[in-house]
């Protein structure tokens, strides 16, 4: 019993010893000492599969440290759950090291709360130098010896040689698929590694040996492959001459299967092959003795179409068929469409060529405008209207199309007036049937404009159950968005259609205004907020004068108001005028510091110091009146003027108190100094605080940490 539970009286002691270390003292000058500490959900040792799995948690509370008068603390050492966790792997291994009387653990050793793992991670820890010193010490002292990067190498090497050991007895092979993973390790890309690197000369002859004495062949041997390929296809030439001696012939169907082998498949294949000049020449010499015609089809049922073509040719006196065209159930439109694709690329058959040429194929045909017109006199004429339908064929030639094609050039303007005569000759009196109901809404416009004299019509107005007002509307939407025919757009301009008709009544009803005021003051300088029958006439007044400085006003209006005597440099908009008036807030409020929106005597003074800021950091204002505005006081950054008189407040609390240590909420003025003071230590121990602000702030004794200082 002794002998049973001695392996777990070295994991106790440890135990005993850490929990021993975790209490604090704190003695002060009268000799009394005090111990605080506070222990809290304490777990007891569980036994659990013959073995200990012990985990103890300690968790401190505040510790209310007795401070002696020499201002001395004892530092207190927590035992963390990362700790025990260690000692208890640490434990795990003298029992290995004990019992093997080594300290080689294989990484996949998984017994003892898997240790081969965990002596990994010790070992790659040492190497990054991120292993404590104490445990590093520990592990020295039992004898582990810390691998070199070969070493760490040939282990590796060594582990994956191991599985591929194990696979092979078993599986019995060394066949091992590309993605194959065996605890994690993707085995077939290692070997196929090996490979690459046995056919570049960089694999180690040591390892070379070790996968030969295992029985590996770097060169796949490929023989094997190629003489069951050689059966198959023995076999399928066997099942094509059953069928030859059954059906006569070796025209296999294509999805055709001899004793549940496609035979027809297979057929077709070897047919692909020979065409592209990769069969072997002893196959096709096998395949021409049992009666093998490669052409065979393909020649079928060519001499088959041709003789429907022939056909079509006595009925019809041609070769001009549509595509669709079928004859006997045989698509001979598209068929010959496939003769005359081969013959633009140079790849028909020359007997193929001629044969089509005497049957009487024309490849390329160039139609007229009178063929189509012939065409379209035959189609009224046994039809007795010209309402061609717009996918309508005749003789193989789309009318219907073509049809379309004039009614669109005639509507551009691109038909010309004979042929335009004689198309109206056979009949075609309505182009389209959207040009005739535009044809009809124009004519009630003339007859309007002849009645009320102008082309404004109410857009609830109705003429003959048209409305007219709408359909004005649209024709001046379709002239915005350019979609309007250039021949419509100008008819309509000719009887006096005005586009844009809103915006130029509301731009003379408001010029209107602006000459009463003329009239009334005797000058045209209105006040920027002046309204006048219920119009902002100086705001009106500001749009013109900065659409006539960019370049949009018309010259038409640009001509009446300069009539009236508009004067287009408006006083006090003057740069030196928004100077004055900053000078005259400059001696009011002493400074220069004016919020955005604020204005001065109706002028926009806050929107102007923006806008010198922007010239100014672009590079567009002059130096001359940066110049001025440096002598006024403007400050450019603002963010900068803030942040020194804060600065200068903390100085002044220096120089009261003696110290910078403000309290977070406290404020000095008003001003919450204790939270600037704070944002300053975050933005430094986020490298975020310019070094000159850092360095004003050191000059007056600023402790960056303060618990560190405490």
Not at 134 to 150: F, H, T, Y
Not at 271 to 281: D, E, F, P, T, Y
Not at 283 to 288: F, T, V
């Amino acid at each position: 019993m002794m002998m049973k539970n001695q392996k777990y009286l070295l994991p106790l002691l440890i135990l005993l010893m850490q929990a021993i270390s975790t209490l604090s003292f704190v003695i002060t000058n009268a000799g009394t000492s005090t111990v605080t500490i506070k222990l809290r959900n304490y777990r007891q040792l569980l036994r659990e599969d013959n073995k200990w799995l012990f985990s103890q948690r300690l968790d401190y509370g505040e510790s209310k440290h007795v401070i002696s008068n020499d201002k001395e603390s004892t530092n207190t050492t927590v035992l963390t759950k990362n700790d025990l966790r260690w000692e208890e792997m640490f434990a795990y291994l003298i029992q290995y090291t004990e019992r093997e009387g080594n300290c080689h653990v294989r990484t996949t050793y998984k017994q003892d709360g898997n240790l081969g793992l965990w002596l990994m991670h010790q070992k790659q820890k040492k190497r990054n130098g991120i292993l404590q010193s104490n445990r590093e010490a520990k592990l020295q002292n039992l004898g582990i010896v810390w691998d070199s990067k070969d070493e760490i190498n040939e282990k590796k090497w060594k582990n994956k040689f191991d599985l591929l050991v194990e696979y092979k007895d078993r599986k019995g092979h060394l066949h091992v698929p590309h993605n194959h993973i065996v605890y994690g390790m993707n085995l077939g890309i290692w070997l196929r590694r090996q490979k690459k690197l046995y056919e570049t000369d960089k694999l180690l002859s040591s390892r070379q040996e070790r996968l030969e004495e295992i029985g590996f062949e770097w060169v796949i041997k490929l023989v094997v492959r190629e003489e069951e390929k050689e059966k198959k296809w023995q076999k399928m030439l066997g099942l094509l001459i059953q069928f030859n001696d059954r059906e006569g012939h070796c025209n296999v169907p294509q999805k055709y299967k001899e004793g549940g082998v496609r035979l027809g498949r297979w057929m077709m294949e070897q047919r692909r092959i020979k065409r592209i000049g990769v069969l072997k020449s002893s196959r096709q010499e096998k395949m021409e003795k049992v009666g093998v015609v490669w052409a065979h089809i393909h020649a079928q049922q060519w001499e088959h179409k041709f003789t429907h073509l022939l056909q079509f040719f006595e009925r019809e006196g041609h070769c001009d068929i549509s595509r669709n065209h079928k004859e006997e159930g045989v698509n001979l439109g598209a068929w010959l469409a496939r003769q005359k694709n081969k013959y633009s690329k140079e790849q028909l058959d020359s007997s193929y060529q001629q044969r089509l040429e005497e049957a009487g194929v024309v490849w390329k045909v160039v139609r007229i405008w009178e063929d189509y017109f012939a065409l379209f006199v035959q189609f009224k004429e046994r039809e007795g209207h010209c309402d061609v339908p717009r996918k309508y064929i005749e003789n193989g030639i789309k009318l219907g199309k073509w049809l379309d094609a004039q009614k669109v050039k005639k509507r551009r303007g691109k038909l010309s007036s004979t042929r335009i005569e004689q198309l109206e000759k056979v009949g075609v009196v309505v182009w389209s049937e959207q040009d005739q109901k535009w044809e009809n809404m124009f004519a009630h416009l003339v007859q309007f404009k002849e009645r009320e004299g102008h082309c404004n019509v109410p857009q609830r107005r109705d003429n003959d159950t048209k409305k007219l007002g709408v359909w004005l509307i649209r024709q001046r939407a379709m002239k915005r968005m350019g979609k309007i025919d250039p021949v419509r757009q100008q008819r309509l301009e000719d009887i006096g259609i005005v586009w844009v008709l809103r915006l130029r009544r509301k731009w003379e009803d408001s010029f209107a205004i602006l000459v009463g005021f003329k009239e009334r003051e005797g000058h045209c300088n209105v006040p920027r907020m002046h309204e006048e029958n219920g119009l902002n006439l100086g705001q009106w007044l500001i749009r013109q004068k900065k659409g006539n400085l960019a370049g949009n006003l018309d010259s038409s209006q640009q001509k009446v108001l300069n009539k009236i005597g508009i004067v287009w440099e408006m006083p006090g908009n003057s740069w030196e005028d928004l100077f004055a008036l900053l000078v005259q807030f400059k001696e009011r409020e002493g400074h220069c510091n004016v919020p955005r929106k604020h204005k001065e005597n109706g002028m926009k003074l806050g929107a102007w110091i923006h806008n010198q800021n922007t010239m100014k950091k672009s590079g567009k204002l002059s130096s001359i009146r940066l110049q001025q505005l440096n002598d006024i006081g403007i400050i450019w950054d603002r963010l900068e003027n803030k942040w020194n008189d804060m600065f200068a407040v903390l100085v002044q609390f220096k120089e009261r108190e003696g110290h910078c240590n403000v309290p977070v909420r406290h404020k000095e003025k008003g001003i919450r100094l204790g939270n600037w003071l704070t944002k300053q230590r975050t933005a430094k121990r986020q490298g975020k605080l310019h070094s000159m602000r850092q360095q004003q702030l050191e000059d007056i004794g600023i402790v960056w940490d303060i618990l560190a200082k405490s």
